[in-house]
């Protein structure tokens, strides 16, 4: 199977790949499935597609994989699809709606993920009446430490008991590997809001490494926004970079109880690019 890094976002070149170690049509218990329990299928960085069980394939790079079916677009639908840029992956990562792509953002905002890949897999299993029952999770995370998450977007509310089923099941999979499993609805209003923003100013071509030194300067005590862009140097060359430098860590700030404003407070992060202490990895990650 090919471990090379993925391609364009287009499934074109997809083809029938070797079939390895089919799962056996055993029923499954919703909360003990084991990893051989459980088919996965998925199409490789190369665009190959495979199969197999989760006990054989779980160490498969899933954060590099493409996705497992196309996000459709059609006249009416209800959702909407896309492709997010991730500053995380360098490359689009894909969405099958606006929730999706908050949750996309939230990962890329996310210091300690180092991969992400959205539809990664099929996973299959037999149920109570013996008939097959699949679902494709929303995205696979790999983070900084080598565990790996594997994430539904569902909010409460949507939730019926087929769902459930299939939630409670993809856990206890995950669980038999060594994988986390979360089910995350909508995000926190503020936050998100303030994600959002700084989102906009991720792409590293904001950077420069001279505003960024003078910022860290700045903020390294700690001061308002606004005060502190003007302490270094012209607001409209300074607050791009000061947000897209809030958006790596570098400075830091309280997210969640208000929206980012002038008189938002904004200091030194701990970062941890290159290790070191948080003045000196600061320091780094500014240049």
Not at 71 to 97: I, K, L, M
Not at 117 to 146: C, E, I, N, Y
Not at 209 to 235: C, H, K, S, T, Y
Request: a negative charge.
């Amino acid at each position: 199977m090919s471990r090379s890094s993925p391609g364009t976002p287009s499934l074109r070149c997809l083809r029938s790949s070797w079939l390895v170690d089919v799962v056996p049509e055993a029923r499954v218990n919703v909360n003990e499935a084991s990893a051989e329990d459980v088919e996965l299928e998925y199409v490789s960085a190369a665009g190959l597609r495979e199969r197999g069980s989760l006990g054989l394939l779980w160490s498969v790079p899933f954060e590099s994989v493409r996705p497992e079916r196309r996000f459709p677009a059609f006249r009416g639908q209800g959702n909407w699809c896309g492709w997010y840029w991730s500053a995380t992956c360098d490359r689009h990562v894909g969405y099958e709606s606006w929730l999706e792509r908050d949750h996309l953002m939230l990962l890329d905002f996310d210091p300690l993920v180092t991969g992400m890949s959205s539809q990664p897999f099929r996973l299959s299993w037999a149920g109570p009446d013996g008939k097959r029952v699949r679902h494709t999770p929303d995205f696979f995370v790999r983070r900084a430490d080598g565990t790996a998450l594997v994430v539904d977007v569902r909010p409460d509310e949507r939730i019926g008991p087929g769902d459930a089923v299939k939630f409670a099941v993809t856990a206890a999979a995950c669980r038999s590997v060594g994988w986390d499993f979360a089910r995350v609805g909508t995000p926190e209003a503020v936050l998100m809001a303030n994600v959002r923003w700084l989102a906009g100013y991720r792409h590293p071509r904001v950077h420069r490494p001279g505003v960024a030194e003078r910022l860290v300067e700045v903020f390294v005590d700690g001061a308002g926004l606004l005060d502190g862009a003007r302490g270094a140097g012209d607001q409209i060359a300074v607050l791009p970079v000061l947000f897209h430098l809030l958006w790596r860590r570098v400075l830091t700030t309280d997210l969640e109880t208000g929206l980012l404003s002038a008189d938002t407070q904004v200091r030194l992060g701990l970062v941890q690019e290159g290790g070191g202490d948080a003045v000196a990895s600061a320091t780094a990650a500014s240049g």
